[in-house]
């Protein structure tokens, strides 16, 4: 198992781990799920080292976006203390491996000088509060977004629910 960033090859997958991300939710939580995302959306990430891959015997297993700021969502944000995760799609084939585990270990590494890892979820998903805690993460609230127009459209009047995991000294 390695985690490295996505390429430009990898979009096609991305894609695809997104569409099947988004039908497990719409059978799941028929309320919200993602949108069809912009693929220069993707393509910006990549370009800017912000998109990764968990890879499983050179299969990609897991993907996920990571931003530096992240104002819209978290009012306090200062756009230097915190490592955002964002869209964590999980090949269908590899489920129960709990990768947000993982990616939070990894998180922790890779967010050097950081004092929080952030991450926010739509909806009031019970179950996935849960295993979000499980993994590390204090469950800090779910609010409803004053102004999300710059925002994909699952946020829009959306109650969204915040994580967070404070580093200590010792984790930077």
């Known amino acids: 198992m390695k985690i490295v960033n996505s390429t430009e090859i990898d979009i096609s997958e991305i894609f695809r781990l997104y569409k099947l991300a988004t039908a497990f939710q719409k059978e799941r939580?028929?309320?919200?799920?993602w949108p069809e995302f912009d693929k220069t959306l993707i393509e910006e990430e990549i370009a800017e080292n912000r998109q990764f891959k968990l890879l499983i015997d050179n299969e990609i297993a897991?993907?996920?976006?990571?931003?530096y700021s992240d104002p819209e969502i978290w009012k306090d944000d200062d756009g230097v203390s915190a490592l955002y995760i964002h869209r964590i799609a999980t090949n269908p084939s590899f489920r129960g491996h709990n990768f947000v585990k993982i990616i939070v270990d990894w998180a922790k590494d890779f967010a050097k000088n950081k004092k929080y890892i952030r991450m926010d979820t739509c909806g009031e998903n019970v179950k996935l509060i849960q295993?979000?805690?499980n993994c590390g993460f204090s469950f800090l609230g779910i609010k409803k977004l004053k102004n999300s127009v710059n925002l994909p459209s699952h946020y829009h009047n959306a109650d969204v629910c915040y994580f967070e995991i404070k580093l200590s000294k010792i984790d930077f």
């Open 62 to 67: 897991c993907v996920w976006a990571i931003t």
């Open 131 to 133: 295993h979000y805690k």
């Open 29 to 33: 939580f028929p309320e919200n799920q």
